[in-house]
Nanobody, 125 residues
Framework: VQLQASGGGLVQAGGSLRLSCAASGRTFSNYAMGWFRQAPGKEREFVATINWNGGITDYADSVKGRFTISRDNARNTVYLQMNVLKPEDSAVYYC???????????????????WGQGTQVTVSS
């Protein structure tokens, strides 16, 4: 599977963005998907994950209540709706696929097999 992330940009604090991650090459609906982010000088960190049919989601505490992950298997796309953005949300955001066919999505970055190229999100104060 190949992943292409898009939707990043520059937004003021308190604003919203929606990231998209389009998948191709394999049966997208078989896999859990995750969003991760990496700020300059920091390690890549977990943001959100969703299971194969969208029935189970999980979020990092730092984004819970502000971000929503969803997916449209008919469009082979996973989304990350980001609301009430803060300057500390600024980072390159990556989508990733867990090809293990786990029924429960996981936070561990090492368990994700395929990564998109990343999209920059910058939140100004």
């Amino acid at each position: 599977v190949q992943l292409q992330a898009s939707g990043g940009g520059l937004v003021q604090a308190g604003g919203s963005l929606r990231l998209s991650c389009a998948a191709s090459g394999r049966t997208f609906s078989n896999y859990a998907m995750g969003w991760f982010r990496q700020a300059p000088g920091k390690e890549r960190e977990f943001v959100a994950t969703i299971n194969w049919n969208g029935g189970i989601t999980d979020y990092a505490d730092s984004v819970k209540g502000r971000f929503t992950i969803s997916r449209d298997n008919a469009r082979n796309t996973v989304y990350l709706q980001m609301n009430v953005l803060k300057p500390e949300d600024s980072a390159v955001y990556y989508c990733a696929a867990d090809l293990s066919r786990t029924t429960h999505p996981r936070r561990d970055i090492l368990l994700y097999d395929v990564w998109g190229q990343g999209t920059q999100v910058t939140v100004s104060s």
